[in-house]
């Protein structure tokens, strides 16, 4: 798919340790800027939709679908005009497409904050602050090209510059572009000016061990401040993370249960990526495989059959559809055919997270 979600935050918040968690093999250092130059893995999403129709199947081999996480470099105070990495960093954020955005919850003096004190609400400030701030400027630069286009009096870039003065206007007060976001309109309108403050957002509270399942004082705060955003918040404790993700498989599951959990944090975090990302998942069941396939949300039969092949999607004829609980249900493919539950679906059909599919194309 191409499509990256960048972990971001203050030096020394625990990003790369949750990156760590995440994929198995990042830096972790306990001084500012370890991370210089950005870090990507790929990462398994997990769905137990797999392991379902895997032993209903069972296919010769199993194959998940996966989601990149981009590790960034710690932002400072006056990134936006260059102090610390901060050139760096607004390069790198630019490249992704939503944002996992990780805050420090958890107080421990042999951890050294950037600032000198734990208060996650100021460091979310600063990082939207330094966001908002390189906008207005690359804001400000397009309206100044956007007056030139508007002396023909063409009705089409009066409407745009219309909306990027309001835009700039929001930006100037303080508010990131995604907020502006209201309509299908002011969404394109958002992407199209490259704006990192419109970028999709996930924030991940760094806790500590005994946080994990309440929270703390640190983030009662910061979900109170960010309720306006309509935003989801994960909270994890990354240093617990990364310790199972370096245990042997058998064993995992028994140490996140001796906490208390359900499964490993660091699912959560992967699940709302995905979602961030407005990605689903459609499976293909056979003999000699079950795979889970990622496509973008609305994304019509010709456009997922073309994350197997290119080919598929030129040639494509017609795709075989089964719900994913129907299928669950009767237990096979000829079983949901003989009742009825197979669908035939043409160009215009919109794939379902979940569906089961088989296409038929011409070569």
Request: hydrophobic share 40%.
């Given at each position: 798919?191409?499509?990256?979600?960048?972990?971001?935050?203050?030096?020394?918040?625990?990003?790369?340790?949750?990156?760590?968690?995440?994929?198995?093999?990042?830096?972790?250092?306990?001084?500012?800027?370890?991370?210089?130059?950005?870090?990507?893995?790929?990462?398994?999403?997990?769905?137990?939709?797999?392991?379902?129709?895997?032993?209903?199947?069972?296919?010769?081999?199993?194959?998940?679908?996966?989601?990149?996480?981009?590790?960034?470099?710690?932002?400072?105070?006056?990134?936006?005009?260059?102090?610390?990495?901060?050139?760096?960093?607004?390069?790198?954020?630019?490249?992704?497409?939503?944002?996992?955005?990780?805050?420090?919850?958890?107080?421990?003096?042999?951890?050294?904050?950037?600032?000198?004190?734990?208060?996650?609400?100021?460091?979310?400030?600063?990082?939207?602050?330094?966001?908002?701030?390189?906008?207005?400027?690359?804001?400000?630069?397009?309206?100044?090209?956007?007056?030139?286009?508007?002396?023909?009096?063409?009705?089409?870039?009066?409407?745009?510059?219309?909306?990027?003065?309001?835009?700039?206007?929001?930006?100037?007060?303080?508010?990131?572009?995604?907020?502006?976001?209201?309509?299908?309109?002011?969404?394109?309108?958002?992407?199209?000016?490259?704006?990192?403050?419109?970028?999709?957002?996930?924030?991940?509270?760094?806790?500590?061990?005994?946080?994990?399942?309440?929270?703390?004082?640190?983030?009662?705060?910061?979900?109170?401040?960010?309720?306006?955003?309509?935003?989801?918040?994960?909270?994890?404790?990354?240093?617990?993370?990364?310790?199972?993700?370096?245990?042997?498989?058998?064993?995992?599951?028994?140490?996140?249960?001796?906490?208390?959990?359900?499964?490993?944090?660091?699912?959560?975090?992967?699940?709302?990526?995905?979602?961030?990302?407005?990605?689903?998942?459609?499976?293909?069941?056979?003999?000699?495989e079950v795979r889970a396939w990622t496509i973008r949300k609305?994304?019509?039969?010709?456009?997922?059959?073309?994350?197997?092949?290119?080919?598929?999607?030129?040639?494509?004829?017609?795709?075989?559809?089964?719900?994913?609980?129907?299928?669950?249900?009767?237990?096979?493919?000829?079983?949901?055919?003989?009742?009825?539950?197979?669908?035939?679906?043409?160009?215009?059909?919109?794939?379902?997270?979940?569906?089961?599919?088989?296409?038929?194309?011409?070569?």
């Open positions: 798919m191409g499509l990256q979600c960048g972990i971001v935050g203050l030096p020394n918040v625990g990003k790369s340790t949750l990156f760590n968690a995440l994929t198995s093999g990042a830096l972790a250092a306990n001084y500012p800027f370890a991370t210089k130059d950005p870090n990507i893995g790929v990462i398994t999403v997990p769905d137990d939709r797999l392991g379902e129709l895997t032993s209903l199947v069972t296919p010769q081999k199993t194959i998940p679908t996966t989601v990149d996480i981009v590790d960034i470099a710690g932002l400072i105070k006056g990134a936006s005009q260059g102090e610390g990495l901060g050139n760096q960093f607004l390069a790198n954020i630019r490249e992704v497409d939503a944002i996992i955005h990780v805050v420090r919850a958890f107080d421990n003096d042999n951890v050294i904050h950037v600032d000198g004190s734990i208060d996650p609400v100021r460091d979310k400030e600063i990082v939207d602050t330094e966001l908002i701030l390189k906008d207005i400027d690359t804001m400000s630069r397009r309206i100044d090209r956007m007056r030139k286009q508007t002396k023909s009096g063409d009705r089409e870039a009066l409407r745009e510059l219309d909306l990027g003065d309001k835009l700039l206007a929001h930006l100037e007060a303080g508010n990131p572009a995604r907020s502006f976001i209201q309509d299908e309109e002011t969404e394109l309108f958002v992407k199209t000016s490259m704006l990192i403050s419109g970028k999709p957002v996930l924030y991940v509270c760094n806790v500590d061990e005994a946080s994990v399942h309440k929270g703390n004082a640190h983030t009662e705060r910061f979900i109170k401040s960010i309720t306006a955003e309509n935003a989801e918040v994960i909270l994890i404790c990354a240093g617990i993370e990364a310790e199972i993700s370096e245990l042997p498989e058998e064993e995992r599951e028994s140490f996140f249960k001796e906490m208390g959990l359900t499964e490993p944090g660091t699912y959560k975090v992967t699940r709302s990526a995905y979602r961030l990302l407005e990605l689903i998942t459609y499976f293909t069941a056979g003999e000699k609305g994304w019509k039969a010709p456009q997922a059959a073309s994350v197997i092949h290119t080919d598929f999607e030129k040639g494509f004829i017609r795709a075989e559809v089964i719900h994913y609980e129907d299928y669950i249900k009767f237990k096979s493919e000829s079983a949901c055919r003989s009742a009825g539950k197979l669908s035939t679906e043409g160009k215009e059909y919109i794939v379902q997270d979940g569906d089961v599919m088989h296409f038929l194309f011409n070569v």
